[in-house]
């Protein structure tokens, strides 16, 4: 196989083992409104859920990056694919609420890592050509996989109408799925490798943490606007838009879920055509702050407008699908190629401290203000807190803009 070939192949199985492990981190939201009446659940213990993915990755996800430097992505893909199996079976199983949130806990050390192991490996696979279109359709891997579980209470409504517990199970088998396809992607990197097919090879060299001082401005600008996006799209779209939208707009949970599914239906296409444009024009730092803009503009139309949330969904979709594919791709113009595995972890470790506060804060506002069905208003300051740390993303976008004003950045 040549190493065109065998890049191609990479991407696609590393993203069918995306697949799995977004299908399972969303597995949550449409379930949210069900677990609260069927078990109980606060809206605290529904975000604690998420939050709990992200904790462990305060830490680890970073020592996740320096393994990925030194035994390379492969394995550490498959390594990280059986931690997060083994994680949605135990949520599956799922009472008490702490043994469902120790699954959350479990799957979130496999998780992240893998995400950081999938991203180093298109960086080493497709450095110097078309790399950000090759991320792009990575990260529309993982968006099917929102996707489809966003529209499971659709195809499975079986599932879900026999309880709370076998839509789980459903996530844990799609989870094995991926384990599959991670283990086929260990072995083709380990057999290029030795055929001599791998241009791009890893450092091995030691990372000592003291270097993380001098990375770039750049770096800490685009950092920044990672942690501060992501800390909105994921707490408010997989862990309480379903739920907001059946309780504000009074939709059933299939309208809910498939208003829902809309951004991430969006990215799936999108996200290409904009990581094929960012490759073809450059201008990382104007399509980062178009992209932040956006995700202020949808929470305006959320909290203080009459609009359909229909009209939020587009916004935000668009900003998911043109963030990511600038954002990641741009650390490679930032970092050496033997660094880029604590640089994405360092930056997904501090990624994960904002999405755990963003899960907690949400939740605490929601119940302190007595959100739901009866009072939609309780709604209001959840909203009003995603919006602000949206128009906190679109500065640090900016201050990007600028740090390279002469450059295509």
């Given at each position: 196989m040549t190493r065109g070939g065998a890049a191609w192949a990479v991407l696609a199985l590393t993203g069918l083992a995306l697949f799995g492990n977004y299908y399972v981190y969303d597995s949550i939201g449409p379930l949210a409104e069900q677990l609260t009446r069927e078990l109980g659940y606060s809206d605290t213990q529904i975000g604690t859920l998420n939050a709990i993915y992200s904790l462990p990755n305060i830490v680890l996800v970073f020592v996740g990056g320096i393994l990925v430097d030194r035994y390379g992505p492969g394995l550490v893909t498959f390594w990280t694919a059986l931690i997060c199996l083994a994680g949605a079976l135990l949520t599956a199983i799922g009472t008490p609420f702490a043994l469902m949130a120790a699954g959350r806990l479990l799957f979130g050390i496999g998780a992240e890592t893998m995400i950081v192991a999938t991203i180093v490996a298109l960086g080493i696979w497709f450095a110097g050509r078309q790399l950000a279109f090759a991320m792009a359709l990575s990260i529309s891997f993982a968006r099917v996989g929102s996707y489809a579980v966003d529209v499971s209470p659709l195809w499975a409504s079986g599932a879900y109408s026999s309880g709370w517990q076998a839509p789980l199970w459903v996530a844990a088998g799609v989870m094995l799925a991926g384990v599959i396809a991670a283990f086929a992607y260990w072995r083709l990197e380990a057999t290029a490798a030795a055929r001599g097919v791998q241009v791009l090879g890893l450092s091995r060299e030691r990372i000592e943490l003291s270097k993380i001082a001098h990375f770039s401005r750049g770096y800490w600008y685009v950092l920044a606007l990672c942690v501060l996006f992501y800390s909105v799209i994921f707490p408010f779209r997989?862990?309480?838009?379903?739920?907001?939208?059946?309780?504000?707009?009074?939709?059933?949970?299939?309208?809910?879920?498939?208003?829902?599914?809309?951004?991430?239906?969006?990215?799936?296409?999108?996200?290409?055509?904009?990581?094929?444009?960012?490759?073809?024009?450059?201008?990382?730092?104007?399509?980062?702050?178009?992209?932040?803009?956006?995700?202020?503009?949808?929470?305006?139309?959320?909290?203080?407008?009459?609009?359909s949330p229909g009209v939020s969904?587009?916004?935000?979709?668009?900003?998911?699908?043109?963030?990511?594919?600038?954002?990641?791709?741009?650390?490679?113009?930032?970092?050496?190629?033997?660094?880029?595995?604590?640089?994405?972890?360092?930056?997904?470790?501090?990624?994960?401290?904002?999405?755990?506060?963003?899960?907690?804060?949400?939740?605490?506002?929601?119940?302190?203000?007595?959100?739901?069905?009866?009072?939609?208003?309780?709604?209001?300051?959840?909203?009003?807190?995603?919006?602000?740390?949206?128009?906190?993303a679109v500065i640090f976008a900016a201050l990007f803009w600028r740090y390279r004003p002469n450059s295509t950045t």
């Open positions: 997989s862990t309480f838009s379903i739920m907001y939208f059946q309780h504000t707009g009074g939709m059933t949970l299939e309208a809910a879920s498939l208003l829902n599914s809309h951004v991430f239906l969006a990215a799936v296409f999108a996200t290409p055509l904009f990581g094929w444009v960012n490759d073809r024009f450059g201008r990382h730092g104007l399509l980062l702050t178009l992209g932040a803009a956006l995700l202020v503009a949808a929470f305006y139309v959320l909290g203080a407008t009459k609009l969904t587009v916004l935000i979709g668009i900003a998911f699908s043109l963030v990511p594919a600038v954002l990641w791709p741009a650390v490679t113009l930032l970092e050496p190629p033997q660094r880029l595995g604590t640089a994405y972890g360092f930056m997904t470790m501090v990624q994960n401290i904002g999405m755990a506060g963003a899960n907690f804060a949400a939740g605490a506002l929601n119940d302190a203000n007595g959100a739901g069905a009866e009072n939609p208003a309780g709604y209001l300051p959840m909203i009003e807190f995603f919006g602000v740390l949206s128009l906190l």
